[in-house]
């Protein structure tokens, strides 16, 4: 990949400056098997100067005015958006994503980036009734301090901007470790921050090969006052369990088994559509997508043969090339799960409806598949499928499909599809889950609250909830004032 690519970043970033590292390591186009890029490798002794960068500016970046603050936001996000074909193009070399889905990747980070310019101003305290009229109870809300956070492969630009633009907001100093397979996103945010004015040690970006070295410094470092990660809930159980040791301020976005129901009443077209939007976006490869598909008996077959049709025109290809709906999955390792998955229900009586293979034995490119007869006792069922394979189930009540659905130790996304208002709000209700899609398969938006219950975590990103997770509370007590 030629190094004249705008954007293209292979140092990292902090103290406001690009920085080497002793070793390097490679970055890979997963459509292609090409070499993009050979990106400094930071070490733990990094992390840590990397660390002290952020510290060292927290006390001037707080201080600013929320105004300001806000404007360097946006500055930013405008830079994001004049270059939005860049990054997305960037993004997908790295990850393999379509470019029509890169695109909307960019403008959804953009968003959190102007939604949180726009919350700055609106970091409100209280005064409260004192129960003697010579006191003043007062709260205030401060920024926590220096933020480590971990981010995935997946959504490698919007999920670095939807925390950072919290963290920012609020006025925390950030430090983020990328993951290794797409550090090229992460870096050219950093030059993008450069652009805008984020002062030095404001915004800082390690790329490394060294998550476990990484880890332990942004979780055990008594600076950092808060940690966020993104990913599985396996991993999230560890870094857990080294902030305990700090009792640091903790966000956790973790794994998900997300259901999608759909009742006799539903709009059967509509619910294809949201299942697919849900299912084969990013190849599957989100926390959110739908993971166990619930259809009532009566319209099984029918709404089996609509997923059908509609799945075989789908275009499995190089995100690159136009008309492209599916890329690659991310690694080789990613390919043997699904192909491991799909064996094991088919082994287990479930039948393959379409797909159910690579595109080509050496390819990380795996084809849509739909699986019906599946039963919650299958693999597939119990496990994040991070793949683009549908696993369809019947049920017959709605009591019966509430049961199944919330019968997982996850609790990220669900989705239904009905047209009984009454039915609406009992399921809805009923879900346990932090967030519900009705009639609807794409639910992420910068105004609303993204995060999950049970073991996917706690904390929410996103709405002026999002803000909550970077403050501490203070409290007041102003007496002799009679």
């Known amino acids: 990949m030629n190094a004249s690519v705008p954007l293209l970043k292979t140092e990292n970033f902090w103290q406001g400056q690009w920085q080497g590292a002793p070793t390097r390591f490679a970055v890979t186009n997963p459509a292609t098997g090409e070499q993009l890029a050979e990106v400094a490798d930071a070490t733990p002794e990094q992390a840590g100067l990397a660390v002290q960068a952020a510290l060292d500016a927290f006390?001037?970046?707080?201080?600013?005015?929320?105004?300001?603050?806000?404007?360097?936001?946006?500055?930013?996000?405008?830079?994001?958006?004049?270059?939005?074909?860049?990054?997305?193009?960037?993004?997908?070399?790295?990850?393999?994503?379509?470019?029509?889905?890169?695109?909307g990747?960019?403008?959804?980070?953009?968003?959190?980036?102007?939604?949180?310019?726009?919350?700055?101003?609106?970091?409100?305290?209280?005064?409260?009734?004192?129960?003697?009229?010579?006191?003043?109870?007062?709260?205030?809300k401060q920024p926590v301090g220096?933020?480590?956070?971990?981010?995935?492969?997946?959504?490698?630009?919007?999920?670095i901007v939807r925390k950072a633009a919290a963290a920012l907001a609020t006025g925390c100093t950030f430090v983020v470790k990328p993951a290794q397979q797409t550090p090229l996103s992460a870096l050219a945010l950093a030059e993008l921050a450069l652009q805008a004015g984020i002062p030095?040690?404001?915004?800082?970006?390690?790329?490394?090969?060294?998550?476990?070295?990484?880890?332990?410094?942004?979780?055990?470092?008594?600076?950092?006052?808060?940690?966020?990660?993104?990913?599985s809930t396996a991993v999230g159980k560890t870094l857990l369990a080294q902030c305990a040791q700090g009792v640091k301020r903790v966000s956790m976005e973790l794994g998900g088994n997300a259901p999608f129901i759909v009742f006799d009443d539903a709009d059967l077209d509509a619910a294809v559509q949201g299942l697919l939007a849900s299912k084969f976006r990013n190849a599957g490869q989100t926390c959110v997508c739908t993971n166990r598909v619930y259809v009532q008996a009566s319209v099984a077959e029918?709404?089996?043969?609509?997923?059908?049709?509609?799945?075989?025109?789908?275009?499995?290809?190089?995100g690159c090339d136009h008309g492209v709906d599916l890329g690659p999955l991310i690694d080789e390792a990613a390919c043997r799960k699904v192909e491991a998955l799909v064996q094991d229900a088919l082994a287990s009586g479930a039948n393959l409806i379409c797909g159910g293979q690579r595109q080509s034995p050496d390819s990380?490119?795996?084809?849509?598949?739909?699986?019906?007869?599946?039963?919650?006792?299958?693999?597939?069922?119990?496990?994040?499928?991070?793949?683009?394979?549908?696993?369809?189930?019947?049920?017959?009540?709605?009591?019966?499909?509430?049961?199944?659905?919330n019968a997982t130790d996850y609790g990220l996304a669900a989705y239904f599809y009905s047209r009984d208002i009454g039915r609406i709000f009992r399921v809805a209700e009923g879900?346990?889950?932090?967030?519900?899609?009705?009639?609807?398969?794409?639910?992420?938006?910068?105004?609303?609250?993204?995060?999950?219950?049970?073991?996917?975590?706690?904390?929410?990103?996103?709405?002026?909830?999002?803000?909550?997770?970077?403050?501490?509370?203070?409290?007041?007590?102003?007496?002799?004032?009679g």
């Open 146 to 159: 220096v933020v480590t956070a971990i981010t995935p492969w997946n959504f490698p630009n919007a999920m």
């Open 200 to 231: 030095a040690g404001v915004f800082n970006v390690l790329a490394s090969s060294d998550a476990k070295g990484i880890g332990e410094v942004f979780t055990q470092d008594p600076r950092v006052a808060k940690f966020s990660f993104t990913g």
């Open 431 to 481: 879900l346990q889950f932090g967030m519900v899609g009705v009639n609807e398969g794409i639910i992420s938006n910068a105004a609303a609250p993204f995060g999950g219950v049970k073991q996917s975590g706690y904390g929410r990103e996103g709405s002026k909830y999002g803000l909550d997770d970077y403050l501490d509370i203070k409290y007041l007590c102003l007496g002799g004032l």
């Open 59 to 103: 006390a001037s970046w707080s201080a600013t005015a929320a105004d300001e603050r806000a404007a360097l936001l946006q500055r930013w996000q405008q830079l994001l958006l004049a270059h939005q074909g860049e990054l997305a193009l960037l993004l997908t070399l790295e990850q393999g994503k379509p470019l029509a889905e890169a695109k």
């Open 302 to 318: 029918a709404f089996s043969k609509k997923v059908q049709q509609a799945v075989a025109r789908l275009r499995l290809g190089n």
């Open 364 to 405: 990380l490119f795996y084809q849509p598949t739909v699986l019906s007869k599946v039963d919650d006792r299958m693999a597939v069922a119990k496990q994040e499928i991070f793949g683009p394979v549908l696993a369809l189930q019947s049920f017959d009540t709605e009591a019966e499909v509430l049961g199944k659905a």
């Open 105 to 140: 990747e960019i403008a959804y980070g953009a968003s959190y980036l102007q939604w949180f310019a726009e919350e700055a101003r609106r970091v409100y305290g209280d005064t409260i009734p004192a129960a003697s009229t010579d006191k003043r109870i007062l709260v205030l």
